[in-house]
C-alpha cells in the first residue's frame, strides 16, 4: 500500500535539515545544507530551496501532502514568518510562502522548534500517552513545548512554551532577552559552567569548560560542580513547577546537552520540584530524560504537518 | 420561547450562593446561606442542598438542563471531589455527586472558583473577544484561570491558572503553600499592608491597615505605600510575563479588591510588563481591569455547565 508521507524541515541557525517521513514517524529520505547564518536571508533561502529540491526529485515526492516546518524562534505561523536569533537576515522573512512556492503549492505548517521537539516526543517519545505535558531541551538555550488536552499547544504564533524565558528570579540577573532570572540564564550548559568558573571549578588537563566538564566533575564528586548542578536544576524545577501550576501536566521531559548529564541534574531536580510543586493536582509530577535523537526537529515537524493535515488523531498530536 | 436555563452554584469560604442562569448569562432566581466553614462536611453539605432546594421550588427549574459548580480549591473535577483550604470538613469530599442527587440527577460540571470568573470574563467582561486570555483575582489571595485557543482550559483536574502559586523569586520568603517567593506571597492585599507596615507605612486614624488604605495613601502619594504597590506589580507582571511566554495570551484581567486599586497598581504593572514579557509574541500584552461584579461565579459556573452541555459555542467559552 502507498501511503501517504509528509516532508518535514528542521531549521537552526547550523543546519538545515530535512527529510520525508511516513505515517510512523520514519525517515525516509534526507537531504541537509549548512545554514549560512551570516548571510543575507535571501542565501540561506536558496540553501532551503536546496533541501527541498532534493527532496522533491524523490520518486516518493510524489506521495507527500504537505510540509511541516520546526524553525528556530521567534517565529509567527499566523503571518507565515520567521525571525530566528541566530539568522539576521531573516527578520519576519516570509518562510512560509517560499518554501510552499519550492514545494509545488502544498499546504505549509510553520512551528517554533521547541513545540516541534514537543511533537516528536509525544508521537514517539517520552512523553507518548500523556495528555499534558512539558517538554524542554537545555542546552545553550532553553526551549521547550506544551501538550494539552492530549494536543499540541504551538500558541497562535507558534511559540507557546518558551519556558527558557520565564523569571523565576524576578530581581536576578539580566538576561539577553531584557528581562531579569530567565531559567536560561541560570540552567543553560553556559551559564552552568559560567557559574561553576566564578565560583573556582577549574577544568582538567584538556581544558574543557563546558558544561558536560562540570557534569563529568560533578560525577566525581567536586562540590562546585555539584552545587552549580544544584542552582540549575532548581531554576528549571521552579519553571516546571510554575507550569503545572498554570495549565496542569503531568510529565516534564528534558532533553539537550544539559538533560544528558543525568542523575546530576535529575536527582536535585526531583528534589526541588518537590519544594515548588506543592499544590495538589500538582504534587504527581514526573520528570524524564527525553528518548529522541537527533532526528527530534524533524519527526516533530512532520507530526505538525500530519496533524494539521489529518486532525489529531492521526499523529497523536 | 421557553429557553434552558442551568442551575449555578458558587462555593467560597464565606458563602454559598445558587442561581438559575439562563443562555444570556442573566440570573433569573437567586438562593444563598453562609458556609457553616467550621463544622463537618456533612453539615456544610447541607447549606448547599438547601440552597439547591430552593431553586428547585422555583417554577424555572424544570427548564434547568445542567449544574455548573465553581468552588473554592484544590478542586478535583475528573474525581467529582473538592477539598477548599478553607472548609477543613471537605477534603476529597464528593460533592458532585451529592449535588447531582440534590438536582435530580442533572448533569453536573465541576470547575476551580479562579476557573470560574474566568468563564465570566470570557463569556460577558473585560476577556470577550479574546481567544487567550489570563483572569485573575487579586484580593485576599491570587486566583486565576486561562482561556486558550477560544476556550476555557481547566485542566484535567479542574485547577489550571493558578497563578498565585508560581514562583516568581525563587529565593524568596516562605509561602503558605510550602514553596517560596510565590506571587500570592509579594502581591495579595494582605502581604501589600504588610509589606507597607513593615516599611514604616502608618494607617490614618481609622486604624484601617488594609490594602484599600495603603491604596489610598498611594494615591495620596506616600511614598512607601506606592512602593508597596509597585512590587506587587513587579511579581503580578513576572507572573503574568511568564503565562504569556507559556502559553501565548494577548490579555490579562486583574480583579478582586486589589485589582480595584487602580493606576495605583496597573501604572506600575503595565511598567514592570514591558520589562518582563520582552518575546515579540508576548510584548504586546494587554492588561486590563475586571468587568465581572460580585456574580462572575455564578455566572462563570453557568458558562462551564453551558459548555460542557451544548459545546463551546454555546457560552462562547
Request: with cysteine; net charge negative.
Amino acid at each position: 500500500m502507498h501511503t501517504d508521507l509528509v516532508a518535514a524541515l528542521d531549521i537552526g541557525g547550523t543546519k538545515i535539515a530535512g527529510a520525508l517521513v511516513d505515517g510512523h514517524g520514519r525517515i525516509q529520505v534526507r537531504a541537509q545544507r549548512p545554514t549560512p547564518a551570516r548571510e543575507d536571508g535571501d542565501t540561506v533561502m536558496r540553501a532551503v530551496q536546496e533541501v527541498v529540491g532534493e527532496l522533491t526529485v524523490s520518486p516518493l515526492w510524489e506521495r507527500a501532502t504537505a510540509v511541516g516546518i520546526g524553525s528556530a524562534g521567534p517565529v509567527d505561523r499566523s503571518a507565515g514568518t520567521v525571525s530566528p536569533v541566530n539568522v539576521p537576515g531573516w527578520r519576519d522573512y516570509p518562510l512560509v510562502g517560499r518554501v510552499r512556492a519550492a514545494a509545488g503549492g502544498l499546504p505549509v505548517e510553520l512551528i517554533g522548534d521547541g513545540v516541534a521537539i514537543t511533537a516528536a516526543e509525544h508521537w514517539q517519545g517520552a512523553a507518548r500517552g500523556h495528555d499534558n505535558a512539558l517538554c524542554m531541551v537545555v542546552s545553550t538555550g532553553v526551549g521547550g513545548g506544551l501538550v494539552l488536552g492530549g494536543r499540541l499547544h504551538a500558541g497562535p504564533t507558534g511559540n507557546a512554551g518558551h519556558i527558557g524565558h520565564i523569571s523565576v528570579d524576578l530581581d536576578g540577573d539580566p538576561c539577553p532577552c531584557g528581562s531579569r532570572g530567565c531559567v536560561e540564564r541560570i540552567a543553560s550548559g553556559p551559564n552552568i559552567a559560567r557559574r561553576a568558573l566564578e565560583n573556582g571549578w577549574r577544568p582538567g588537563p584538556d581544558g574543557d569548560t563546558s558544561a558536560a566538564a562540570v557534569a563529568a566533575a560533578a560525577r566525581a564528586g567536586d562540590p562546585v560542580a555539584v552545587a552549580s548542578f544544584e542552582r540549575a536544576a532548581q531554576a528549571l524545577a521552579a519553571g516546571i513547577a510554575a507550569t503545572a501550576t498554570l495549565v496542569e501536566i503531568d510529565i516534564a521531559v528534558i532533553g539537550g546537552g544539559v538533560g544528558k548529564a543525568g542523575e546530576v541534574l535529575f536527582a536535585p531536580l526531583r528534589k526541588a520540584l518537590s519544594s515548588y510543586a506543592t499544590l495538589s493536582f500538582a504534587r504527581h509530577l514526573a520528570v524524564a530524560p527525553a528518548q529522541m535523537g537527533t532526528d527530534a526537529g524533524l519527526v516533530g515537524a512532520a507530526a505538525a504537518a500530519l496533524t494539521e493535515r489529518t486532525g489529531a488523531a492521526a499523529a497523536g498530536v
